[in-house]
């Protein structure tokens, strides 16, 4: 008997934990549908790549992590958790629904609408893609 009540709460507790590792997917940020079929005008170019790195590295790596895996030193305590963009949220989103998300924001996530030009913003999701 005291074996089975572990185990249910054990399955339980694998289950609950689970919804916070994908808690960012869960929160209902919803994109608007003519956003998520924006498609990037920017080229994917070395250039490119690089501009998107330098601005990922000053706005974005502290809760997005060096990597995108969503570890960054202010990461903790944020809710919902900074997008991991090496799981499955980064693989899904569209390029559009990034830039949707980058330009407005969402508490805790600050909005770039008019801290980054579209390009600066489009050079970003470059960048972020390359982390996949």
């Not at 919804?19 to 250039?47: C, M, Q, S, Y």
């Not at 949707?100 to 470059?126: A, C, F, Q």
Request: hydrophobic fraction near 25%; charge should be positive.
């Amino acid at each position: 008997m005291k074996y089975r009540l572990f185990c249910c709460f054990f399955a339980l507790s694998l289950m609950s934990s689970s919804d916070l590792i994908f808690a960012h997917e869960n929160t209902g940020w919803k994109v608007p549908e003519e956003a998520k079929k924006r498609r990037n005008p920017v080229g994917v170019t070395k250039e490119s790549l690089q501009k998107g790195k330098e601005i990922y590295e000053k706005k974005c790596a502290s809760c997005h992590g060096d990597k995108g895996d969503g570890k960054g030193p202010l990461s903790k305590g944020l809710n919902p958790k900074p997008t991991n963009f090496k799981e499955s949220h980064g693989k899904k989103m569209t390029d559009g629904e990034h830039f949707w998300k980058i330009t407005t924001g969402r508490d805790p996530m600050p909005s770039y609408g008019k801290d980054l030009t579209e390009e600066d913003r489009w050079h970003v999701i470059n960048y972020i893609n390359m982390l996949r």
